[in-house]
């Protein structure tokens, strides 16, 4: 297995133990190559969830731009629902997790076909 394919299971199990999810391995295989060399980067990777400029960059990168959704304030209401599955107390939000949340909260798992 690779770095990638190990940070995948990692995601799983995130998706699995800190979010209550069962995760769609396909769906979350995608949403992980979407996030390109980020998810190897510390800081990239995660989601800093208590930075406002951070979110907005999650709203119009990927929920603008890479879903095609439009501007309204149920983007932020999703991004911040995905947090709050994820749990307040838990510092390492990775990208890759929070991305695949919105994807299924947002029903654009098309994006990914």
């Known amino acids: 297995?690779?770095?990638?394919?190990?940070?995948?299971?990692?995601?799983?199990?995130?998706?699995?133990?800190?979010?209550?999810m069962s995760p769609d391995m396909d769906l979350l295989t995608k949403v992980t190559i979407g996030c390109g060399p980020a998810?190897?980067?510390?800081?990239?990777?995660t989601v800093a969830a208590t930075q406002e400029s951070e979110l907005e960059t999650v709203k119009n990168n990927f929920l603008i731009k890479k879903l095609g959704l439009a501007d309204s304030?149920?983007?932020?209401?999703g991004i911040n629902k995905a947090l709050e599955t994820y749990g307040k107390s838990e510092r390492n939000k990775y990208r890759a997790v929070v991305y695949y949340m919105l994807?299924?909260?947002f029903g654009k798992e098309s994006?990914?076909?």
């Open 111 to 113: 994006v990914y076909g």
């Open 103 to 105: 994807t299924k909260e």
């Open 73 to 77: 304030p149920a983007l932020m209401a």
């Open 39 to 45: 998810i190897y980067n510390a800081d990239a990777s």
């Open 1 to 20: 297995m690779g770095k990638r394919d190990d940070l995948i299971a990692k995601y799983a199990d995130d998706l699995k133990n800190k979010c209550g």
